[in-house]
């Protein structure tokens, strides 16, 4: 985001709230076979800065309003209408129940994964899976030496799967005095069995206490932090639909998630000069189809292959796993990362792992752990194993093309002054090559994807006139 010119250094610094020295990752092995033991794996720049959430939505409003915008609160979306020279928004304000409508070139769906512009556009495809999440931002209350607020716990389990779920703990230190505490676990969607989140409250109030010795009475609780945190299983860059004739979706919207850190969030994020980048170059020449939209998305290959992992932390439902297996799969594959260098960790965690070090590491892990394929068959069935081998293969196709065509980025930005103006439908095309070739395999280089002064374009204003429009969103 500083980067992209959206904050200055000093402006992001004052919205950081901690920034800590080390994170954990430890998974239950006491019940686990020999070879499913591991150490702590260390990452510690990996989820390491806290933002203070009410300072950066406050700092990025103030900038949305002075760059022209307007921030419309306590109003629900009722529906979108396109026609062809412009797109209407129609709202309702809560309050006064007055309705509240708007109109321009292009709408962003940012609802997230339960957007109904979202669940439209992929004929009501819901979630292939979900984590149910519950926890709470703590004050104080915890005695000294329990927790040093120096360090992250990132991922832990401290017990085998319980009621036909694994429960995994996030802590993180944060303004002050403050802890954020997570529990969660993946979740396979299934009408008889819900996820409630009453239920996962009630354990996490029972093993708060031996996840971290405290009494809750003596707690300062400041906030609850629940929720569910959709999953979707993409083979391919094209196997969702994210965009429309002049709309587009992002971030959860989109669902072109990482399936371990498992929000769209980190993806946009991830991915923000790649989107800023194609969707500034659209708008500037009015290439707003759903041909010339679909293209600009988060996707990665290197991302959708490893949705195994989190397939393989779901128990199903109604079936009988050895308590251990859960947690002996998470060990076996960051001990791997535990014994590698620091930074091939991080590439992972970070999304940023390719080809290669994943197959190492893969085949490293079968070594060590032979059982390992047989309780992954075992989690997610040969229908999703299957849906796996497909992406795999694309990942090693995009990983193929990525290298021998590793010269495009640097040849595209070198046609940039000529071929923008005279045909910028193929320079939109050839831009969004450029990133999957880089971004879309998780290697992002900015050095050569840097966004360079524009050629002078003619902006096209929108149409006041929106006959005949077609709904594209309304809700049930």
């Known amino acids: 985001m500083i980067d992209l010119g959206l904050f200055t250094p000093a402006e992001f610094e004052a919205v950081i709230a901690r920034e800590y020295v080390d994170g954990f990752h430890k998974f239950f092995d006491a019940n686990n076979p020999p070879q499913a033991k591991a150490p702590v794996l260390h990452t510690p720049t990996v989820l390491n800065v806290a933002i203070d959430a009410e ?22 979306f009722v529906r979108a209408d396109i026609a062809a020279d412009g797109v209407r928004v129609q709202g309702i ?23 109904p512009i979202a ?48 429960l995994i703990w996030e802590l993180f230190p944060g303004r002050g005095s403050e802890i954020t505490v997570y529990l969660f676990h993946y979740h396979q969607i299934h009408p008889e069995n819900p996820g409630s989140l009453l239920e996962m409250y009630e354990d996490f109030f029972t093993i708060l206490p031996e996840y971290r010795r405290c009494n809750l009475d003596q707690m300062k609780w400041k906030k609850a932090t629940f929720g569910y945190i959709p999953g979707h299983f993409s083979i391919s860059g094209g196997d969702r639909q994210t965009a429309f004739d002049r709309l587009m979706a992002i971030g959860d919207a989109a669902s072109l998630q990482s399936p371990l850190v498992f929000t769209g969030f980190g993806s946009l994020v991830r991915n923000l000069p790649r ?40 128990v199903p439902t109604h079936r009988f796993l050895a308590p251990y ?38 085949l490293k892990a079968a070594r060590i752990n032979p059982s390992l394929l047989l309780w992954i068959w075992e989690l997610a069935g040969t229908k999703d194993l299957l849906r796996w081998v497909g992406s795999y293969v694309n990942f090693t196709l995009s990983a193929c093309l990525s290298w021998l065509f590793s010269g495009l980025p640097s040849f595209a930005r070198s046609t940039q002054s000529w ?20 971004y879309g395999v998780g290697k992002p280089q900015p050095e050569i994807l840097k966004i360079k002064p524009r050629p002078q374009v003619t902006e096209i204003p929108a149409s006041p006139s929106l006959m005949k429009a077609t709904p594209v969103a309304k809700p049930d």
Not at 64 to 70: D, K, Q
Not at 135 to 159: M, R, T
């Open 119 to 166: 669940w439209q556009l992929n004929g009501g495809r819901t979630f292939d899976s979900v984590c149910p999440t519950v926890g709470a931002v703590i004050d104080s209350g915890f005695e000294p030496g329990v927790w040093d607020s120096q360090w992250g716990d990132v991922l832990n389990s401290h017990g085998d799967i319980s009621r036909g779920r694994q």
């Open 325 to 362: 297996k859960v947690n002996a799969m998470l060990n076996t594959f960051f001990g791997i990362l535990a014994s590698e260098p620091p930074e091939v960790a991080e590439r992972f965690v970070k999304d940023r792992a390719g080809w290669l070090a994943f197959n190492r590491m893969a």
């Open 93 to 115: 304000h809560l309050p006064t129940q007055a309705p509240r409508q708007t109109q321009g070139r292009l709408l962003i769906d940012a609802m997230g994964t339960a957007s």
């Open 419 to 438: 071929l923008e103006p005279r045909n910028p439908a193929l320079w939109l095309w050839l831009l969004t090559q450029s990133y999957a070739l880089t």
């Open 55 to 76: 300072k950066l939505l406050r700092v990025c409003g103030e900038k949305l309003r002075a760059a022209g915008g307007e921030i419309w609160d306590e109003t629900e």
């Open 275 to 314: 989107l800023t980048d194609l969707l500034d170059t659209a708008l500037r020449h009015d290439l707003l189809k759903a041909s010339h939209l679909n293209p600009i998305r988060a996707f990665q290959s290197n991302i959708a292959v490893t949705w195994m992992f989190s397939k393989g932390m779901m």
